[in-house]
């Protein structure tokens, strides 16, 4: 027998909003399978599911209620989101394109006769009404610039203009106010590429601060993984950044030896790949490839920060198995101390792995490394790992508008491009 089912959520919203998922016109403790499915841009599947038991009214809240068995556990009311894992294992959530919604397929299923009762689509918009989306080519640079719309206005949502690597996280910051520039850290394929240039960077700087919409002296970076060391690199040699996130990185110049002004300031820090440890026939763990550089060995491939006027933001995830982010921080921090500097905020999250995202993003806790080409761990547990983004991204927005101030005589007459 058919009920008559429908379902309450959001068809169309920002992809960091929560969203209300409810189930009603089912029968008293009637027994159905919650499913999600979505596909990525690379066209890889994922998908995750929850069982529930309604309530004697005939309905399903995940707001209220713990599945009882599924791809979460627990009262968790974005669950169904955060917990999509591939169909192919080891394959990397890919989102990039800001102009495209990330569309998430529901669907309400019987339990005992496999009937669907329910489908509804949710699309997740990277960018809101008014955002703009520029691709740039400058002297030097190549990179795709975001402004917020309407009047600007100081202080309360000046345009703060940070620098990062993803379209995602770049759109949805601009939702919030924010001027924001992607430049990516590799132009080609990681394991073809020989050095990297500062000067690239130092081009999107300056860019970014003679731009008509910024109101700031300074720009804001905010960077993952390898791209958090070429974040501290830019602050200690680059004028104009004066705020920096840097998540999950390392304290040395990584993998690769880095230029500026046709000069090398800093040679690579170097993993040694005797040390990655077969988890199965197809992943491995490499946590303990990079060394820490502590040695007089390793010494000059370490990042000056002390030389950095800028404000720092260190985020290091306790559970990170691509390498040791926090004995990392805890460098960098005793580095700073060792100086004098204090200019820096540290956060650590418990059980969170590698790959910290924007909130509610697909758990990955293994995916193709494109160094080493093969899968590696990232380590994390999913619900922690997903906590951690949504406090994250708060803390990313309030630590930008804290460094970064505006100019209210620059910010009063600007219009959106």
């Not at 495209?100 to 699309?123: C, M, R």
């Not at 309407?150 to 910051?173: D, N």
């Not at 006027?309 to 700073?336: C, Y």
Request: hydrophobic residues 40%; proline residues 6%.
């Amino acid at each position: 027998m058919a009920f008559p089912v429908s379902r309450l959520l959001i068809a169309r919203c920002m992809f960091d909003d929560p969203l209300q998922i409810r189930v009603t016109g089912l029968s008293s403790r009637q027994d159905v399978v919650l499913r999600a499915s979505a596909t990525d841009e690379r066209g890889s599947n994922f998908s995750s599911w929850a069982e529930f038991r309604a309530d004697h009214s005939g309905q399903v809240d995940l707001s209220r209620d713990a599945p009882l068995s599924g791809s979460y556990s627990g009262v968790q009311p974005m669950g169904l989101l955060w917990s999509l894992s591939p169909e192919v294992p080891h394959r990397k959530f890919f989102k990039n394109q800001a102009l495209s919604p990330h569309v998430v397929s529901f669907s309400v299923v019987d339990k005992q006769d496999g009937q669907i009762l329910a489908q509804e689509t949710n699309e997740r918009c990277i960018l809101g009404d008014g955002v703009q989306r520029q691709t740039v080519t400058e002297q030097g640079f190549t990179g795709v610039l975001f402004t917020p719309p309407g009047l600007l206005r100081a202080v309360s949502r000046g345009a703060r203009p940070p620098l990062l690597p993803s379209e995602k996280r770049a759109g949805l910051l601009a939702n919030k106010g924010f001027v924001v520039m992607t430049v990516p850290v590799f132009t080609g394929k990681p394991d073809q590429t020989e050095r990297l240039h500062l000067d690239q960077y130092e081009a999107a700087v300056q860019y970014l601060l003679q731009h008509s919409q910024v109101g700031s002296a300074e720009v804001g970076v905010v960077a993952l993984s390898k791209g958090a060391d070429m974040a501290l690199s830019l602050a200690a040699f680059v004028q104009g950044v004066g705020a920096v996130v840097w998540i999950n990185g390392c304290s040395a110049n990584a993998g690769l030896p880095l230029f500026y002004k046709q000069q090398q300031i800093l040679p690579a820090l170097r993993a040694d790949l005797s040390k990655c440890i077969a988890l199965s026939s197809d992943l491995y763990m490499v946590k303990n490839a990079m060394p820490i550089p502590t040695s007089a060995e390793h010494s000059n491939t370490v990042v000056p920060i002390e030389k950095a006027s800028a404000q720092f933001l260190f985020v290091a995830s306790e559970d990170d198995q691509n390498w040791d982010s926090m004995a990392f921080m805890e460098q960098m921090v005793e580095r700073m101390k060792r100086h004098g500097r204090n200019n820096f905020e540290v956060i650590s999250y418990p059980r969170a792995g590698h790959l910290l995202d924007t909130p509610f993003s697909p758990f990955e806790v293994s995916a193709f490394h494109g160094f080493g080409k093969r899968a590696v761990l990232w380590g994390g547990e999913p619900e922690a790992h997903a906590r951690a983004e949504v406090q994250l991204w708060k803390k990313i927005q309030e630590f930008f508008r804290k460094h970064l101030k505006c100019d209210i005589t620059r910010q009063l007459y600007v219009y959106p491009l």
